[in-house]
């Protein structure tokens, strides 16, 4: 609310730029203004625009806003006319229409997209297009001739990891991560890449693996118990760094450490930095110490999520 109000501000005194605008549409659509952000994405976008880039943006904020499908619909296929060898601009249209219970249609856009795009690329867009529909071992089979295509290509490496992850099979994700890990990949990748192996090494309850985790997310255990930030790591690490550490935490059975985890989600919260999952899992470690509190955080989520059945459930 408060980005907006700085936002409406500039737009009263100068020209915005268009990124900015983009920005504006953006958090118009976090505040649930569908109707102001549907409008500036417009304005942001020359209706002759001949960059697949703004048909692909403005296409996907007017399905967000849930009222343009027929426009929205119009614009994705035309990013895909003046982007057809870019795979996003297919994997883009085929969710919208997987999302929209057309999956007729989505399965012939997949079908033109194994024709159109660049042979090295198709792979992993079919691989990402199937799993949006729901065909999870089609999916599987083509995120592995993804990455056996391009062995050390990042984006490859972090959608098969992904993947692997959403269906459960985190052994088969382990060595993808550590490969990012290890890598010479951007920062973020490489965090991302840390971050979700931590956890996935947290999960497995032992000494070692737990160990190995803590060191990931910049944490060592002491033969206290007790854990404390290794001596390189920097005062004040970045949020996802601090959610990371809460999640490893947040596995283990030991009431100290689950406290540890409680104290750093609640940091975030204030800032407003959790996700709807993470106000879950704060509200799950809340039940077994404290159920007022878990009580408030769930009626929270339940009242931001009135239709996702997990939380109405474990309200």
Do not use: C
Not at 137 to 157: H, I, N, T
Not at 242 to 256: E, F, G
Request: glycine share 4%; no cysteine.
């Amino acid at each position: 609310a408060e980005a907006d109000q700085q936002i409406q501000r500039l737009q009263k005194h100068t020209l915005v730029a268009a990124n900015l605008q983009h920005l504006a549409a953006d958090i118009s659509l976090r505040n649930e203004d569908n109707t102001r952000a549907v409008e500036l994405a417009q304005e942001a976008v020359a209706a002759d625009s001949g960059d697949y880039h703004d048909h692909l943006w403005l296409g996907q904020v007017l399905a967000a806003s849930g009222r343009m499908n027929q426009e929205a619909e119009a614009h994705l296929r035309r990013a895909i006319e003046l982007g057809s060898n870019v795979s996003m601009t297919w994997v883009t249209l085929v969710r919208f229409l997987a999302a929209t219970d057309r999956t007729g249609d989505a399965e012939a856009v997949l079908s033109r997209a194994a024709v159109k795009l660049p042979p090295e690329a198709a792979p992993l867009a079919l691989a990402q297009g199937y799993e949006a529909l729901g065909h999870a071992q089609k999916a599987a089979e083509l995120y592995q001739a993804a990455l056996q295509a391009r062995p050390g290509d990042v984006l490859v490496l972090r959608s098969v990891a992904a993947h692997a992850m959403s269906t459960n099979r985190f052994q088969e994700a382990a060595p993808l991560l550590r490969k990012i890990v290890e890598g010479k990949f951007s920062d973020t990748d490489t965090a991302w890449a840390r971050h979700h192996l931590a956890v996935i090494l947290a999960s497995q309850g032992n000494y070692t693996t737990l160990r190995q985790a803590l060191a990931l997310v910049g944490l060592k255990l002491e033969a206290s118990g007790d854990i404390r930030e290794n001596e390189q790591v920097a005062e004040e690490p970045p949020a996802e760094e601090q959610l990371a550490r809460a999640h490893v935490l947040a596995l283990q059975p030991h009431q100290k450490l689950r406290a540890r985890a409680i104290a750093l989600m609640e940091q975030l919260q204030k800032r407003q930095l959790l996700s709807a999952d993470d106000q879950y899992l704060l509200a799950q470690l809340y039940q077994e110490n404290y159920p007022g509190k878990a009580r408030t955080q769930l009626q929270d989520l339940v009242t931001a999520h009135a239709r996702n059945a997990t939380y109405l459930l474990a309200y």
